[in-house]
């Protein structure tokens, strides 16, 4: 299976921060990879397919980026509502493998 | 508006089986795949597997933790889908989640999640 490492496994950052969390895959992946948002007691939200496709409705301060077995989240301008846990997903081949999760604080 | 409802969590023995059920509505259920996807308590998302519609012959993947042993389906006639879980261990403890999978060309994603249904696998 491909394992998925995103670093850093945790950051704090002030509202209006940039932040950029990163995921790597153990072998090439395309650009197969979605990142997804869940906030404490709720199920996870999808944010970004295929690398760098934004999901409707979701925030413009969001983007993703990468191809292979780099990709990138960012949120240009960190909000008081971005906390939360962010996950990056392959799907590229089954089974579909997650990193290990983000979490992100504001300060 | 797309709504996923799961059911049927519970407390079980080790060795046990549960079935989860998830009712969909506000989509066409037929043109899609649906998952399961796992999380332990204070843990990662986990894949469980994934049922394809009858288009793609209700063929299914499972993650290797649970193969063998778990058991996904759905029922296009009531809008459903199934988790037939067996041989339950205390690792499969966690919140099952089903989600519906979104098809953009080469691309997919799951899109639309439900709240989840709890499974406590104990003695």
Not at chain 1, 30 to 36: A, E, P
Not at chain 2, 49 to 73: H, L, M, P, Q, W
Request: glycine share 10%; aromatic share 10%; net charge neutral.
């Amino acid at each position: 299976a491909i394992q998925m490492t995103q670093s850093p496994s945790s950051l704090s950052a002030s509202v209006g921060d940039r932040v950029t969390i990163t995921c790597r895959a153990s072998q090439g992946i395309r650009n197969d990879l979605g990142w997804y948002q869940q906030k404490p007691g709720q199920a996870p939200k999808l944010l970004i397919y295929a690398a760098s496709t934004l999901q409707s409705g979701v925030p413009s301060r969001f983007s993703g980026g990468g191809s292979g077995t780099d990709f990138t989240l960012t949120i240009s301008s960190l909000q008081p509502e971005d906390s939360a846990t962010y996950y990056c997903v392959q799907d590229y081949n089954y089974p579909w493998t997650f990193g290990q999760g983000t979490k992100v604080e504001i300060k | 508006e797309v709504q996923l409802v799961e059911s049927g969590g519970g407390l079980v023995q080790p060795g046990g089986s549960l079935r989860l059920s998830c009712a969909a509505s506000g989509f066409t259920f037929t043109d899609h795949y649906m998952d399961w996807v796992r999380q332990a308590p204070g843990k990662g998302l986990e894949w469980v597997g994934r049922t394809r519609n009858k288009a793609n012959s209700y063929t299914t993947e499972y993650a290797a933790s649970v193969k063998g042993r778990f058991t996904i389906s759905r029922d296009d006639s009531k809008n459903s889908l199934f988790l037939q879980m067996n041989s339950l261990k205390t690792e499969d403890t966690a919140v099952y989640y089903c989600a519906r999978v979104q098809s953009q060309g080469s691309a997919s994603c799951l899109d639309y999640w439900g709240q989840g249904t709890l499974v406590t696998v104990s003695s």
